[in-house]
């Protein structure tokens, strides 16, 4: 085992982690506004995925048009996600609100497969297949895209709880729901909000993984399961921890299979799950309480 | 202004109020007092459309407001500041002010902005405090924040849920002054009070509420001289009344 070695798994783990990383934070979103782990979280990777292999193959669009509709059609799901189902449940208790998204996800995978059929949809490099080096690792220029468009988003994410109002009233809400009502913030169209951001997310996340990974009907099921482990890792709730136990989560991974056996991959996000929730369940970041 | 006629509430099974009626009218600071749990803040919680009344209707501004929203009752004027102040404590002091405009229309930001300014100029503390968390406040000024964010809503009609809880009795009586000042200025105020002798010194008006129920209204005057008042609220013993 060389040193290159290890920093090939690395950079590869950096990777799949920068889309855990988004799928964390659409985690911590919808988590933030209602108390509920939203387990359709992964279909709405798998959604920005397929529609994007869509309507490049089918339909012929640019690359970049795919990928805007995509994200438009995933936020447009969760928001009838919201509506449709969380809405009209908003008087039960969390526990029946987390068993109706396991539902909806169930629905939106059954869905896709009826749509989409079995089959794996590829969707072409951004910019060529072309490797590049970086101090005697090889990684793809898709690579980048999927780290770039992690920071990207997180900068938006981050730009948008910081500086706008909409932002703070969703802040609000999450620390004091009770008081935010008081000010006139209503608190169903914050949880409206707060799903369409998670699936837009979401979706971002399946664009820029389709090509290393190919998008597929069921593929939402793991990489949710994975991004729900990385946002417990860095503190659920916590948009910046959710980022970082993403990284953390994909580095592991690739670490693990590459030294121990590939075998082992899956199974690695929920040995390090279990061993958060024993030694430290509010995660790296995550304070007590729900506060983001 | 404000007109409450036999209002029913509960929590769940529990019923919080039983026929509440009581009404405000424009410039009036009317007190509400009464024991822990007498269903003081319950009232105000059904005003501001956080609990729905069970049965009895709410008129504000002439207008029907029963089944109002809390986001459309605020809009229409009504400023609820509720009891343990309840502020953003993870967000900036400016954060909880601006937060407090958030129902008003993005055309009047340049109104908003100055009664930003006013709100500083009435309490210079936030304004020295504006770019540090609200939760690190001292008790007195996270109660002035709760007080300035209500304010930016622009209300008609103020509703203070126990201000002066858990404040240094200087400081609660500064603040009651405020109050006052507020008054002057044309606004409404309903104030909910376990100080009842407090509450009642800056009233115009009384209701003393009892598991639920208005048992005894009026001016603020009678109330103080009232010997069934003066025994449960204002802390007078049985002796002196009969001596």
């Known amino acids: ?292 | 202004m404000l007109r409450l006629t036999s209002i029913d509430a509960s929590y769940g099974r529990v019923q919080a109020l039983r026929g509440i009626s009581l009404h405000v009218g424009e410039g009036e600071i009317v007190t509400l007092i009464g024991a822990n749990g007498a269903g003081k803040s319950t009232t105000l919680e059904v005003i501001s459309g956080l609990i729905r009344a069970g049965s009895g209707t709410i008129a504000f501004d002439d207008q029907d407001v029963t089944s109002w929203r809390p986001g459309r009752l605020v809009r229409a004027g009504i400023a609820h500041v509720p009891e343990g102040r309840e502020i953003f404590g993870s967000l900036t002091v400016e954060d909880n002010l601006m937060l407090g405009s958030y129902s008003r229309p993005r055309s009047e930001r340049e109104q908003i902005a100055s009664d930003l300014q006013a709100q500083y100029e009435r309490f210079p503390r936030l304004h020295e405090r504006r770019r540090q968390l609200a939760g690190s406040l001292s008790g007195g000024e996270q109660q002035m924040l709760a007080l300035a964010r209500g304010l930016m809503s622009r209300p008609k009609l103020l509703m203070l849920d126990e201000p002066s809880l858990g404040l240094a009795p200087i400081i609660a009586q500064q603040f009651l002054a405020e109050v006052q000042k507020l008054r002057e200025e044309g606004l409404t105020v309903l104030l909910v009070e376990q100080n009842a002798r407090a509450a009642l010194r800056i009233a115009d008006r009384g209701y003393v509420v009892e598991t639920g129920r208005i048992v005894l209204e009026g001016t603020a005057r009678d109330l103080l001289d009232n010997p069934e008042v003066q025994r449960a609220y204002l802390g007078r013993a049985y002796g002196e009344i009969w001596e």
């Open chain 1, 1 to 292: 085992m060389t040193a290159v070695q290890v920093w090939q798994f690395f950079l590869s783990g950096l990777t799949t982690g920068g889309t855990y990383a988004l799928i964390a934070l659409g985690f911590s979103l919808v988590y933030n506004a209602t108390g509920v782990i939203n387990f359709a979280q992964g279909e709405f990777v798998m959604l920005g995925g397929m529609i994007t292999a869509t309507a490049i193959a089918a339909w012929g669009l640019p690359l970049w048009l795919a990928a805007l509709i995509a994200v438009a059609i995933t936020t447009v799901v969760g928001l009838v996600l919201d509506r449709a189902a969380i809405r009209p449940a908003r008087h039960s208790s969390v526990v029946v609100l987390i068993i109706i998204t396991v539902g909806a996800s169930i629905f939106i995978r059954g869905l896709a497969s009826i749509i989409w059929g079995p089959n794996e949809r590829p969707l072409p490099a951004f910019s060529g297949e072309a490797p590049i080096v970086i101090f005697g690792a090889t990684i793809t220029a898709q690579s980048l895209w999927v780290l770039g468009a992690t920071l990207v988003t997180a900068l938006i994410m981050w730009a948008i709880f910081e500086y706008t109002i909409v932002g703070k009233a969703m802040r609000a809400c999450a620390i004091n729901p009770h008081a935010a009502q008081l000010c006139g913030i209503e608190l169903s169209r914050m949880v409206s909000w707060s799903f369409a951001l998670a699936a837009a997310v979401g979706a971002i996340a399946g664009i820029v993984l389709a090509p290393i990974t190919m998008a597929q009907y069921n593929v939402g099921t793991m990489l949710g399961l994975k991004g729900f482990c990385a946002a417990i890792l860095g503190g659920l709730g916590n948009g910046l921890g959710g980022i970082l136990g993403g990284l953390v989560l994909g580095v592991l991974e690739a670490l693990g299979a590459g030294l121990v056996s590939s075998q082992y991959k899956d199974a690695i996000a929920f040995i390090v799950l279990i061993i958060v929730l024993l030694i430290r369940p509010s995660g790296l970041l995550g304070r007590e309480g729900g506060d983001p």
